[in-house]
């Protein structure tokens, strides 16, 4: 069964700012890492942002500055601040959860990023 659920993409303007959420169903959120991915059309799947159980955070280089993670174990919810969009941001976001080695992914939200 579905448990991870993405909302918040759109379209906006380059300079422009998304807030991304992920909904976690299961009950080892608060005890997983949580990682955001992204995939542009012909590219692979890379990670963007993580933060581990105990809130610690790591970004891309790519977005480092400009994107900030964060989690709310009390709503079982992932954040995903994304400021200064640039068109090269625009790609499908998929939330992930790892624990133990074990991942799960949600369907993703799109997210593109007019010049």
């Known amino acids: 069964q579905v448990q991870l659920v993405e909302s918040g993409g759109g379209l906006v303007q380059a300079g422009g700012s998304l807030r991304l959420s992920c909904v976690d169903s299961g009950r080892i959120f608060s005890v997983s890492g949580m990682n955001w991915y992204r995939q542009a059309p012909g590219k692979q799947r890379e990670w963007v942002a993580g933060?581990?159980?105990?809130?610690?955070?790591n970004y891309a280089a790519s977005v480092k500055g400009r994107f900030a993670i964060s989690r709310d174990n009390a709503k079982n919810t992932v954040y995903l601040q994304m400021n200064s969009l640039k068109p090269e941001d625009t790609a499908v976001y998929y939330c992930n959860r790892n624990y133990l080695g074990a991942n799960s992914w949600g369907q993703g939200t799109q997210v593109t990023v007019s010049s």
């Open positions: 933060i581990t159980s105990g809130g610690s955070t």
